[in-house]
């Protein structure tokens, strides 16, 4: 199916090319891994090849995900599946991710709900340091808030 995908890729508009690429970020495969390289090189489709990256995932990717991730940006309406890629490809267990994106989604995100998931995949990562629990108190979600006051209590 990703040859059928490739093969259409700049014979529309963009707005097709765009959908196109948000396809193709669900498919693991070599030829999506290089397009990904190329996007992220060329600054286009961010978001996507950031998917494609996640989804294609190697360690020699890390400081290339968290660089282009912290430049991503965030915007109050617009809708960011970026977030949710991201509490996906996270939720992993796996040990060699590049855990500084959950910082930057943390800071960048405007939804509270998915804030909650990036803090509790942060907490079972053991990133939360006592200084990032004490912020966490003064988050707009009750629930963070909550949930920083209880392991606050258990440190």
């Known amino acids: 199916?990703?040859?059928?995908?490739?093969?259409?890729?700049?014979?529309?508009?963009?707005?097709?090319?765009?959908?196109?690429?948000?396809?193709?970020?669900f498919i693991k495969s070599k030829k999506v891994e290089q397009l990904a390289l190329t996007?992220?090189?060329?600054?286009?489709?961010?978001?996507?090849?950031?998917?494609m990256l996640m989804v294609n995932y190697k360690k020699e990717y890390k400081e290339l995900l968290a660089d282009v991730y912290k430049k991503v940006r965030f915007t109050f309406y617009?809708?960011?599946?970026?977030?949710?890629?991201?509490?996906?490809?996270?939720?992993?267990?796996?040990?060699?991710?590049?855990?500084?994106?959950l910082f930057s989604a943390y800071e960048k995100s405007f939804d509270s709900f998915s804030r909650e998931y990036i803090v509790e995949?942060?907490?079972?990562?053991?990133?939360?340091?006592?200084?990032?629990?004490?912020?966490?108190?003064?988050?707009?979600?009750?629930?963070?808030r909550k949930k920083a006051i209880k392991w606050l209590k258990s440190i």
Do not use: A, C, W
């Open 1 to 25: 199916p990703e040859d059928v995908l490739f093969s259409l890729l700049n014979k529309h508009d963009k707005e097709v090319d765009r959908e196109i690429y948000t396809t193709l970020s």
């Open 39 to 51: 996007l992220i090189n060329d600054k286009q489709n961010i978001v996507s090849s950031i998917h």
């Open 78 to 101: 617009g809708y960011n599946p970026l977030i949710f890629y991201t509490i996906d490809f996270m939720r992993t267990k796996k040990l060699d991710l590049p855990n500084e994106i």
């Open 121 to 144: 995949i942060m907490k079972k990562r053991n990133l939360l340091t006592k200084e990032h629990i004490n912020e966490l108190k003064y988050d707009s979600n009750y629930e963070i």
